[in-house]
């Protein structure tokens, strides 16, 4: 059985419409390893619960062509 993790990304996101693009293609992902997920406009944070590798998960968010500033795995 795999891990879940707990992965932190710090993400450049100016408006509703960045927040939306990248809970839609976490939303995607949901059932492929992804768990859980928390996407916050005010503090730029994304927080993704699941079993997918943390490069995985980065480069999700990544095709929405926002800045991923930084990303942590918290447990």
Known sequence: MSV??????DVKMTCS???GAVTRVLEKAKGEGISDF?????TQKVVVKGTLP???VLGKIKK????VRSGVTVE
């Open 4 to 9: 879940e993790h707990t992965y932190q990304f």
């Open 17 to 19: 419409g960045c927040s």
């Open 38 to 42: 928390t996407v916050d406009l005010d």
């Open 54 to 56: 943390y490069d995985d």
């Open 64 to 67: 929405t062509g926002k800045e």
